[in-house]
């Protein structure tokens, strides 16, 4: 073992540890009576990390409230935006990356820019724009905004120009044209990348909270990250439940990450600088 290795690893596990803390503090709690959630806080114990008493009735109150709507809800938003997305954001991507057209560079550079800016800075006008075509209120309004993201474009655009040039020059010379060179050839190719940046799109959508604020307050169209709002009110916070429906929150996206993580890092280290 290299002297370097072990202080590695223990950096390494340390960070993983930091980490792991309020995520595990955050499923427990979401297991306890509402009462003891904040009791063996100070000073830390063994019970400050395991349970006293193990109750469902958080889950449970979760799950029979309107809260199971709004998961169902953000699960719709977030699969159609994925569905969508995923096939404008390639097609975009592939432009980018094979068709040589006039101020390509530029569109790319200002596609990287779009997702640098902060969506709080454009989420007024933007929904000034939507209200005016009547939006508001509706499962379009919602997944509009989330099925053109800038870094799915980008990463997309890196892995394809990865693809050997001698694929699609083979391609052209036997007659094909660029949307079946880009169905047929491009997309095939491109699984690692596509699944990474389904995962792009389904998180940004998944942990949006201020535009569903803005575009949908009907408890129709609520999503998760805002009905959570609703286990607390002027009088009441009920933390045991508000544990639990984070937990939720939180569960979904921590297994689609862990099922696809093979995938996503597959086409990290696929995706370098190229031109």
Not at 186 to 191: D, F, K, R, T
Not at 220 to 248: H, T
């Amino acid at each position: 073992m290299s002297t370097t290795s072990l202080p590695r690893k223990v950096a390494i596990v340390a960070v993983a540890v930091i980490f792991f803390i309020p995520l595990w503090w955050l499923t427990i709690s979401a297991f306890r009576p509402t009462d003891s959630i904040f009791r063996y806080l100070s000073p830390i114990s063994l019970y400050t990390f395991w349970p006293d008493e193990w109750t469902f009735r958080n889950v449970l109150g979760v799950w029979n409230s309107p809260f199971r709507l709004a998961i169902w809800n953000s699960i719709l938003v977030s699969s159609i935006t994925i569905a969508i997305g995923l096939v404008l954001c390639s097609m975009a991507a592939f432009a980018l990356a094979v068709i040589e057209f006039p101020f390509r560079n530029a569109i790319f550079a200002v596609m990287v820019i779009s997702f640098l800016i902060p969506f709080d800075a454009i989420a007024v006008p933007l929904f000034a724009i939507m209200r005016s075509f009547g939006l508001q209120d509706s499962y379009a309004g919602l997944i509009l905004p989330g099925i053109g993201n800038g870094l799915a474009v980008f990463l997309l655009r890196q892995f394809f120009l990865g693809i050997p040039r001698e694929i699609r020059e083979a391609a052209v010379v036997d007659g094909m044209g660029w949307f079946r060179i880009y169905w047929s050839i491009y997309l095939p190719l491109s699984v690692p990348a596509l699944v990474s940046a389904a995962i792009i799109l389904f998180v940004f959508q998944w942990q949006s909270y201020l535009w569903p604020l803005l575009i949908a307050p009907g408890a129709e169209y609520k999503v998760a990250a805002v009905a959570i709002a609703q286990f607390s009110n002027g009088y009441q916070i009920d933390y045991g439940l508000i544990f639990a429906a984070a937990l939720f929150i939180a569960a979904i996206p921590m297994a689609v990450l862990v099922i696809l993580q093979r995938f996503y890092s597959a086409s990290i280290a696929a995706t370098g600088s190229k031109e």
